[in-house]
């Protein structure tokens, strides 16, 4: 069995050319998982872990709680640690996105207190920039600069209407 919130993620080199046939969902006690049904005998199924977190977005909430462990000067070159309260909105933010069914791509941590999550959909590409006291976002169209801001949650659908 793979277990992958993308099907082509972790598929073994034996299956790589297998395509899926049908989709179907099914409910979970932990959340909603997303059934791939491919010809026998593979199968791949997407489960959402931790509550109804997608496998990537659980995996990401993870690493975002792992900064917390990142002390002063964690990048040799004057980085501050990073808040709580950082952590906290970034694992927020990433819930949100979830949510709509649609997974950070990235989070790493930044040298000023802030961490910085990435969403992306072929051309274009959010960052969002999480700091201790607000948020920013970047927007990309084909690796250009589009426009900047202060991210407001309530404008949540259109940044995920932008991404499609």
Do not use: C
């Amino acid at each position: 069995m793979i277990v992958s919130s993308d099907p082509s993620t972790f598929v073994l080199p034996e299956y790589e050319n297998t395509k899926p046939i049908t989709t179907t969902t099914h409910n979970f006690r932990v959340g909603e998982g997303r059934f791939l049904s491919l010809p026998t005998p593979n199968v791949s199924i997407s489960i959402k872990f931790g509550g109804d977190l997608s496998y990537n977005n659980y995996l990401l909430s993870h690493q975002i709680k792992s900064f917390r462990f990142l002390e002063e000067n964690w990048d040799d070159d004057g980085a501050m640690k990073i808040p709580v309260s950082t952590i906290d909105k970034s694992i927020s933010i990433l819930k949100q996105f979830n949510e709509f069914n649609k997974d950070i791509y990235l989070a790493s941590p930044g040298p000023n207190e802030e961490i910085m999550l990435l969403l992306k959909n072929n051309r274009h590409e959010i960052e969002l920039i999480v700091y201790p006291n607000k948020i920013k976002f970047v927007k990309f169209e084909d690796n250009k600069f589009i426009e900047q801001g202060n991210f407001e949650n309530f404008e949540l659908q259109d940044y995920i209407k932008w991404l499609e």
